[in-house]
């Protein structure tokens, strides 16, 4: 079979592989599932892997198949598996278990192993491939009434990992009502973040860099009951004149210097949540430290970072694509704007990954297979 793979740590090396077709016996105690690839997402994670900036082939591999968002129908099942049956569509996780005592609980992704398994991106093939196998514990099952939006589950999952430590962290309160959030950030991940927080009854307030008029990922902000702002025209402390300090902010820019912006927007008792993982080498100069540590202090302020999302993640957020499309029908379809067909357009999917301001690209995609 077709697998799109990258030698990990050389720039631009991405191109076709000839792989065996996988098998459910590949997986042991008959828990195997064989599964059908019908679309793949690509992401800034996929692009910074074809930079030679991240990812890792696994052991005994010179290249790494990429894909960690995805989509498929199972062909056939193990003798163990009760859950799923041919023709299921069913979204794979990314991570797997390590060693950590989190991996043994199965908890890993609060791993604290430095030699993490994610397929497609760490010492695990991913899923830019015509079939994959997988444990079905590691698949989840989707609605067919949401298949064609179901390839946004997996970036989803982030924000909802995200969102869970957020309700979990503020329990320290006996009492939290948040009420206004900020999203910084209006790629993919921010869109989806505006979406769950405004399902969860925030007033949600966008910010991107781009300017509001002509920018479809503004309009979907909009849509979902929010407001965008370019901060290129406010900047983050100068929105609280605007909008007051949030409850919540959300950081997935991908861009770290405006961590400290969101710092100082930040409402007593807030909370703030960073999700970019950022491979570069940025600075910052002149950050008023006294200020926010003291505003931190005084306010029992909250910062954290989240990276992945574990089982339960995928299934909330099953439950709130499905809330989605019938609070906002067509909103998460508009997200989907760049269809790929086939693996061999890889270097398609990877012009549009590397220029997506130009493309107005959101979400770009491979059709593997029709649903
Ligand atoms: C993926 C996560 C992964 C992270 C770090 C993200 O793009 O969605 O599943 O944990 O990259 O590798």
Partial sequence: ??????????????????????SVSDIKDGRGVLVEVLRVGACGTDREINNGEYGVAPPGFDFLVLGHENLGRVVEVGENVKELRPGDYVVATVRRPGTSIYDTIGEQDFTTDDEYFE??????????AEFYSESSDFLVKIPPKIVEIAILLEPLSIIEKGLKQASDIQERLKIWHPKTAAVLGTGSVGLLASMALSLRGYEVHGFGRDKREGYLNAELVEA?????????????????????EYDLIFECTGYSPIVFDAMQ????????????????????DAVPADKINQQFVLGNRVMFGTVNANREHFEGGVKDLALCEAM??????????????????YARVFE???????FKAIKTYFEVSKI
């Fill in 265 to 284: 927007a930040l409402n007593q008792n807030g909370v703030l949540i960073l999700s970019s993982v950022t491979g570069g080498s940025r600075t910052v």
């Fill in 328 to 345: 906002y029908a067509g909103w998460l379809g508009r997200m989907l704007t760049h269809k790929v067909e086939g693996l061999d357009n």
């Fill in 352 to 358: 549009i990954l590397n220029n997506a301001g130009g």
């Fill in 1 to 22: 079979m077709k697998a799109v793979a990258v030698k990990p740590k050389t720039q631009n090396s991405v191109h076709l592989v000839e792989m065996d077709k996988p």
């Fill in 224 to 244: 979902v009951g929010g407001t965008y702002d370019s901060t290129a025209e406010l900047t983050i402390p100068d929105s609280v004149k605007k909008y007051g």
């Fill in 119 to 128: 397929r497609g991106i760490s010492r695990l093939h991913g899923y830019m």
